[in-house]
């Protein structure tokens, strides 16, 4: 009878070893998986400091050339139409639109 617990006995520890080493192994692929995805978003999120540095660097070199008073000028002049004291502005009213005129072939 005791070789009969004795053989129940090492199944039992086989059986439990097994678990374990199943557990271990799911754990493991957990954490590689979560370690990869944090990698990823990592690498995207590297790319996207880069990109966002580039278009800051371009946007401040864009401020400091609008800053003079030459661009600011000119930025008024043909955003908001602005005048200088001596201009004469001149309003043309209408001309058809580049749309709207056929062309036709001399044929």
């Known amino acids: ?7 129940v006995s ?30 990823a978003q990592k690498a995207d999120l590297v790319r ?8 800051n660097t371009q946007l401040q070199a864009q401020v400091a050339e609008l800053q003079t008073d030459t661009e600011i000028e000119q930025l008024a002049r043909q955003e908001l139409g602005w005048t200088k004291p001596g201009d004469t502005e001149v309003i043309v009213r209408g001309l058809p639109s580049p749309t709207s005129t056929p062309i036709t072939s001399g044929g």
């Open 1 to 7: 009878m005791t070789s009969t617990l004795g053989v």
């Open 10 to 39: 090492r199944r039992l520890a086989v059986v439990a070893l097994v678990a374990v080493v199943v557990l271990v192994g799911i754990s493991f692929v957990r954490v590689a998986l979560a370690s990869y995805q944090l990698g």
């Open 48 to 55: 996207q400091v880069a990109s966002l540095k580039a278009e």
